[in-house]
């Protein structure tokens, strides 16, 4: 059983819908992450939370929404997505501050957007 | 700019077979560290290794192997006596601004077929 619990595992939304994603970690970690991996292109950083505070923005645009209200939850809401964000959202947490450096991910929810 | 690069986009071994991943970084920095993650079908990535970039010596874990070279920037992996439970995508993944803040840069990702 994995420490990082992601829902739902499967999403098909249109164009014009709302909807999350949600991340639970259940591994005392500090620090959590969002990911989106997209057919023949490597992993892509999203946001870091440290602390639920918001460390990193790597550019994303603003129809991705994240929001972490602790340090055990982590949420993505989507808002008029367009089809090129059909991906693979993986979550991931960690323990900052450890020499490992280890990410524990998630098993990732797979969005369609029609 | 810091990137990952694993040319090798599927490899198919029959099992039993000795199978190697090539990974090739780039990065200025003197500081890094290096990892590879494992993504079988289920989805989430299963950490295997972290090497940071003062540290060349080679690694063997189990069937796991790993072979980290700074004059060529690479950071092989090697497993040996492949099994069909090996079949899965690997990545290498690279961390610049110490290991522990979660921004790695990742590889395109092998997938690797082992067969029966």
């Known amino acids: 059983e994995t420490g990082v619990t992601q829902t739902p595992r499967h999403l098909v939304m249109g164009m014009t819908n709302k909807k999350s994603l949600k991340c639970e970690q259940h591994?005392?970690?500090?620090?959590m992450y969002w990911y989106k991996q997209s057919a023949k292109k490597p992993l892509e950083l999203m946001f870091v939370?440290?602390?639920?505070?918001?460390?990193e923005n790597n550019s994303v645009p603003s129809r991705f929404s994240p929001e972490c209200p602790n340090s055990s939850h982590l949420f993505l809401h989507l808002h008029t997505l367009q089809p090129e964000d059909s991906a693979l959202y993986l979550c991931?947490?960690?323990?900052?501050?450890?020499?490992?450096?280890?990410?524990?991910f998630g098993e990732g929810s797979r969005l369609t957007v029609l | 700019a810091q990137k990952v690069t694993q040319a090798q986009t599927e490899i198919s071994v029959v099992e039993k077979e000795d199978v190697t991943l090539d990974c090739v970084y780039e990065?200025?920095?003197?500081?890094?560290?290096l990892f590879w993650y494992k993504q079988p079908p289920s989805g989430e990535l299963v950490f295997l290794i972290r090497?940071?970039?003062?540290?060349?010596q080679n690694e063997i874990s189990g069937r796991y192997s790993w072979n980290f070279q700074k004059s060529t920037s690479s950071f092989n992996f090697t497993i040996t006596a492949s099994q069909v439970v090996d079949s899965a995508v690997y990545f290498c993944?690279?961390?610049?601004?110490?290991?522990?803040?979660?921004?790695?840069?990742f590889g395109q990702g092998t997938t690797l077929q082992v067969k029966p």
């Open positions: 990065t200025r920095d003197t500081t890094y560290y």
């Open positions: 591994l005392g970690h500090n620090a």
């Open positions: 939370y440290n602390f639920k505070e918001q460390t």
């Open positions: 991931a947490s960690s323990q900052t501050g450890t020499a490992n450096g280890e990410l524990f």
């Open positions: 993944a690279l961390s610049a601004t110490g290991g522990n803040t979660g921004k790695l840069i």
């Open positions: 090497r940071n970039s003062f540290d060349e």
